[in-house]
């Protein structure tokens, strides 16, 4: 993911622009997601390759500003358990 948005997103972008970036990432995401429920009858080897491909291509097809949004709350929820966990060990 870090050499899709270093190396070959900005002269995608230069060409297409973020708007048809963007349909275009969620109208690919579509079959992805709606393939989730045939890789249970996958096993080994071809299951894992097969993951690692789907959600490689989705966290690279996803919007930006879902993916600081997320990353937001989880950092939010990181700050308040390392608050939270010393405090709640030393009560005890």
Avoid: E, H, W
Wanted: aromatic share 8%; hydrophobic share 50%; charged share 10%.
């Amino acid at each position: 993911m870090f050499l899709f948005q270093t190396a070959l997103f900005p002269y995608v972008d230069k060409m297409l622009g973020p708007i048809i970036i963007t349909r275009i990432g969620r109208v690919l995401t579509i079959p992805l997601l709606s393939s989730c429920p045939f890789i249970a009858l996958l096993s080994g080897f071809s299951l894992s390759v097969l993951l690692n491909l789907a959600f490689l291509l989705k966290n690279v097809l996803s919007d930006q500003d879902q993916r600081g949004a997320s990353n937001g709350i989880a950092m939010t929820r990181m700050s308040l358990f390392q608050i939270v966990g010393p405090a709640g060990g030393g009560a005890m």
